[in-house]
Nanobody, 123 residues
Framework: QVQLVESGGGLVQAGGSLRLSCEAS????????MGWYRQAPGKQRELVAT???????NYADSVKGRFTVSRDNAKNTVYLQMNSLKPEDTAVYYC?????????????????WGQGTQVTVSS
């Protein structure tokens, strides 16, 4: 089974920065797509950023120019660097991974989700 564990959330003032990390574990050989989603109170979960193995990144319009997604394939880890944070960025941030190859050539389509990490931006 695949597990995703996030870290790095917290409370920050508007204009500040945070860096989220998410490590995937579970006899993984490769992960095609990794990314971040968020869910604010009373709202649906929305895409923040994704980065496939090839490295082509995709961002929500609301975070372009402020957030940067990256990954370390050797560590099965995805990062989200968040700069110039705004109060409207306040949400629970979830790591996501899909299209996973495990040892024994097993293909897991996913998606798999982390438990979420709270990001709160004060004005």
């Amino acid at each position: 089974q695949v597990q995703l564990v996030e870290s790095g959330g917290g409370l920050v003032q508007a204009g500040g920065s945070l860096r989220l990390s998410c490590e995937a574990s579970g006899r993984i050989v490769s992960i095609n797509v990794m990314g971040w989603y968020r869910q604010a109170p009373g709202k649906q979960r929305e895409l923040v950023a994704t980065v496939p193995t090839g490295g082509y990144t995709n961002y929500a319009d609301s975070v372009k120019g402020r957030f940067t997604v990256s990954r370390d394939n050797a560590k099965n880890t995805v990062y989200l660097q968040m700069n110039s944070l705004k109060p409207e960025d306040t949400a629970v941030y979830y790591c996501n991974a899909g299209e996973i190859i495990t040892h024994g050539s097993r293909f897991l389509r996913g998606p798999y989700w982390g438990q979420g990490t709270q990001v709160t931006v004060s004005s």
